[in-house]
């Protein structure tokens, strides 16, 4: 089934739907790889944001070994149930992430850079003026926002460890973003996975 995912574009709507009915016939689990070079051994939030984030924070996977072969010498492979991947370019709403949970925590965190995040979408006049009807009305339009821009916005506003902390407390079920490129990545953000090094 690798050489389907060899021709799949990501603006090939048609391929990438054949492309995630074999991902559900080939098995509840994934093998998923990651090469650098410096002997990982766990996955830590002060390593997701690497400027590179084109499918979201996380650490970056491959469901190829050679591909991860590619990125450096020390391999480690994680084991994943599917029903915690999410499509990097679904909206909010269709990954079903938590949205309000999450702003909720974001706003306690970082009042100020929040207010300017929030200031894009919503009239609010202080930091100190924002009210639960406030991050209602955020929600709301955030609801079509694209996973992955998300969760870069918010890693710049909280920091990444931070971000990724609340990300984990407030969206368990989403450990993963996928891409849907011609090779497939995976950023992985839940740092409780369990690494093997191969």
């Known amino acids: 089934m690798d050489g389907y995912r060899k021709i799949c574009?990501?603006?090939?709507?048609?391929?990438?739907?054949?492309?995630?009915?074999?991902d559900l016939l080939e098995g509840s689990q994934i093998e998923l790889w990651h090469g650098d070079n410096f002997k990982t051994t766990k996955l830590q939030a002060k390593f997701m944001n690497n400027g590179n984030n084109q499918e979201g924070i996380g650490i970056y996977f491959g469901d190829d070994i050679e591909i991860a072969q590619d990125y450096g010498n020390d391999i480690i492979k994680i084991v994943?149930?599917?029903?915690?991947?999410?499509?990097?370019?679904?909206?909010?709403?269709?990954?079903?992430?938590?949205?309000?949970?999450?702003l909720k925590l974001a706003w306690k965190a970082q009042l100020e850079d929040f207010f300017y995040y929030m200031s894009d979408y919503i009239e609010v006049s202080e930091p100190d003026d924002?009210?639960?009807?406030?991050?209602?009305?955020?929600?709301?339009?955030?609801?079509?926002?694209?996973v992955q821009n998300f969760q870069i916005d918010f890693a710049e506003i909280l920091g990444v460890e931070k971000f990724v902390a609340l990300w984990n407390k407030t969206n368990k079920h989403i450990k993963a973003l996928r891409g849907n490129g011609d090779i497939r990545f995976y950023a992985v953000i839940d740092t409780s996975i369990p690494v093997e090094l191969k």
């Open 9 to 22: 574009t990501s603006n090939d709507p048609v391929l990438k739907r054949f492309l995630n009915i074999i």
């Open 80 to 102: 994943l149930d599917k029903k915690y991947i999410k499509n990097s370019d679904d909206s909010l709403q269709k990954a079903k992430v938590k949205i309000m949970p999450f």
């Open 130 to 146: 924002i009210t639960y009807d406030n991050l209602m009305e955020l929600e709301k339009f955030l609801k079509d926002e694209q």
